[in-house]
């Protein structure tokens, strides 16, 4: 199996909680002054700011820097800034799995305690491609701010957010999500003969062998559930990924032809039904014939360990990813990927819960790339702003064509003359914003 890569170096992650639960609207814990919006014709000269190349810093500088950042960029709108209207000639395209393009399927396990066990992105490119993504990968959540992957399906929205997440996190569409809790997993793997799978150690669970040592192991299904779902106490989610492969490509390569792939799915336990049954038989059909000829290629995502107080956790190796879905996932890359310029930081200025998350899906159809969101308070802005940091003709076209994609097409842009690495725009929601 491939393996991603894992640097010698550890990083500290932003503080957090093993299993936090995060709500919605929970997305800053530092409150944002509010920008006040200056006439052009009384704003002073706005000097070219230094827009910092995209970095890796360290996950507690980031942190700092970006609640640093936004407060002194509020702080100095609140003295200043030219103040320009969008009109209609903003846009962008729409997202969306053209004719022949390759489709995607998230498939997560559900640990008895709600959080996500394993997932995995699959993509029918190619000869297929699986990429297994560590459960402990930090990761920004629309509305939910940086947390472990493994979280996000046991908060509101769960399911949502976690294909909203690995959306983002990856940059590439996808297309399908399908979540099996333990019960499902059993019922799958019995329902085509059980699987077969390589043990490179045994595995223990306190006191209890879940799996010896050895080649050519056949499991039923309470044993490939256990071999996934029980994982032993402080197990590097990378180590796992081996039996996470073994499970999921037995299963795929059994599954039934199209015609009788929609009974089985039918079949299953409440907790393992996809919510769109069709659509899920589209992308297993494909994905189960290239499985059977031994053609999915199998990828951990590209991590770097960082230090998390003896908690195995990681973030993105982001050039390696680059990489990765240019490669394997170039079909599926999300509207406006790896383009300069499309960064947005969303800031909830009006108090409604979730902001964020819906703000996300209507940018990033249109080419844009969300960085994450902040809460501002006090809330209740009246209207929508978007802030930039450059005030050149390409900068302002995309800035309306933001507030277009908002569907605010009467938004005011601010420029700011603060400098700042996070994001390219900042959208700051008021009341006249609309889901």
């Given at each position: 199996?491939?393996?991603?890569?894992?640097?010698?170096?550890?990083?500290?992650?932003?503080?957090?909680?093993?299993?936090?639960?995060?709500?919605?609207?929970?997305?800053?814990?530092?409150?944002?002054?509010?920008?006040?919006?200056?006439?052009?014709?009384?704003?002073?000269?706005?000097?070219?700011?230094?827009?910092?190349?995209?970095?890796?810093?360290?996950?507690?500088?980031?942190?700092?820097?970006?609640?640093?950042?936004?407060?002194?960029?509020?702080?100095?709108?609140?003295?200043?800034?030219?103040?320009?209207?969008?009109?209609?000639?903003?846009?962008?395209?729409?997202?969306?799995?053209?004719?022949?393009?390759?489709?995607?399927?998230?498939?997560?396990?559900?640990?008895?305690?709600?959080t996500?066990?394993?997932?995995?992105?699959?993509?029918?490119?190619?000869?297929g491609?699986?990429v297994?993504?560590p459960?402990?990968?930090?990761?920004?959540?629309?509305?939910?701010?940086?947390?472990?992957?493994?979280?996000?399906?046991?908060?509101?929205?769960?399911?949502?957010?976690?294909?909203?997440?690995?959306?983002?996190?990856?940059?590439?569409?996808?297309?399908?999500?399908?979540?099996?809790?333990?019960?499902?997993?059993?019922?799958?793997?019995?329902?085509?003969?059980?699987?077969?799978?390589?043990?490179?150690?045994?595995?223990?669970?306190?006191?209890?062998?879940?799996?010896?040592?050895?080649?050519?192991?056949?499991?039923?299904g309470?044993?490939?559930?256990?071999?996934?779902?029980?994982r032993?106490?402080?197990?590097?989610?990378?180590?796992?990924?081996?039996?996470?492969?073994?499970?999921?490509?037995?299963?795929?390569?059994?599954?039934?032809?199209?015609?009788?792939?929609?009974?089985?799915?039918?079949?299953?336990p409440?907790?393992?039904?996809?919510?769109?049954?069709?659509a899920?038989?589209?992308?297993?059909?494909?994905?189960?014939?290239?499985?059977?000829?031994?053609?999915?290629?199998?990828?951990?995502?590209?991590?770097?360990?960082?230090?998390?107080?003896?908690?195995?956790?990681y973030?993105?190796?982001?050039?390696?990813?680059?990489?990765?879905?240019?490669?394997?996932?170039?079909?599926?890359?999300?509207p406006?990927?790896?383009?300069?310029?499309?960064?947005?930081?969303?800031?909830?200025?009006?108090?409604?819960?979730?902001?964020?998350?819906?703000?996300r899906?209507?940018?990033?159809?249109?080419?844009?790339?969300?960085?994450?969101?902040?809460?501002?308070?006090?809330?209740?802005?009246?209207?929508?702003?978007?802030?930039?940091?450059?005030?050149?003709?390409?900068?302002?076209?995309?800035?309306?064509?933001?507030?277009?994609?908002l569907?605010?097409?009467?938004?005011?842009?601010?420029?700011?003359?603060?400098?700042?690495?996070?994001?390219?725009?900042?959208?700051?929601?008021?009341?006249?914003?609309?889901?």
């Open positions: 199996m491939s393996r991603g890569s894992h640097a010698a170096t550890r990083e500290r992650p932003p503080t957090m909680g093993r299993g936090r639960h995060v709500r919605p609207d929970d997305e800053l814990d530092t409150p944002v002054p509010v920008p006040v919006p200056v006439p052009a014709e009384a704003a002073p000269a706005v000097a070219a700011p230094e827009i910092l190349a995209p970095t890796r810093p360290r996950w507690r500088r980031r942190r700092t820097a970006v609640v640093a950042a936004v407060v002194a960029l509020v702080a100095a709108l609140a003295g200043g800034g030219a103040l320009y209207t969008a009109g209609r000639d903003g846009g962008g395209s729409t997202a969306g799995t053209a004719a022949g393009a390759p489709s995607t399927l998230l498939v997560q396990l559900r640990a008895d305690d709600g996500a066990a394993a997932s995995a992105l699959y993509g029918t490119g190619g000869g491609v699986a297994l993504i459960s402990r990968v930090v990761a920004t959540v629309p509305g939910a701010g940086q947390q472990p992957l493994a979280g996000v399906l046991g908060i509101h929205d769960g399911v949502d957010l976690s294909r909203s997440t690995v959306s983002d996190l990856l940059g590439v569409r996808v297309d399908t999500h399908w979540v099996l809790d333990r019960p499902g997993l059993r019922a799958l793997v019995d329902a085509v003969g059980g699987v077969t799978v390589d043990v490179a150690a045994e595995v223990v669970s306190g006191s209890t062998v879940i799996a010896p040592a050895g080649k050519g192991q056949h499991l039923d309470a044993k490939a559930a256990a071999l996934l779902l029980d032993p106490a402080g197990e590097d989610d990378v180590q796992y990924q081996p039996r996470l492969q073994g499970v999921l490509a037995g299963v795929l390569g059994r599954l039934p032809e199209r015609a009788e792939l929609g009974a089985l799915l039918s079949r299953l409440e907790g393992a039904r996809p919510a769109d049954r069709a899920l038989v589209r992308v297993l059909a494909p994905l189960a014939q290239l499985s059977a000829k031994k053609t999915v290629f199998y990828q951990t995502l590209p991590v770097v360990a960082l230090d998390a107080d003896g908690v195995p956790t973030r993105l190796d982001a050039e390696a990813v680059d990489v990765l879905v240019g490669g394997r996932f170039a079909g599926a890359a999300l406006g990927r790896g383009e300069a310029g499309n960064r947005v930081l969303v800031v909830n200025a009006v108090g409604t819960p979730g902001v964020g998350e819906t703000v899906n209507k940018i990033v159809p249109a080419g844009f790339a969300f960085v994450g969101s902040r809460n501002q308070t006090p809330f209740g802005r009246a209207r929508t702003v978007v802030v930039v940091f450059e005030s050149d003709p390409a900068t302002l076209a995309r800035a309306k064509a933001l507030a277009e994609a569907g605010l097409r009467s938004a005011a842009i601010e420029v700011s003359s603060q400098g700042q690495s996070i994001a390219d725009l900042m959208v700051v929601v008021g009341r006249d914003f609309r889901a």
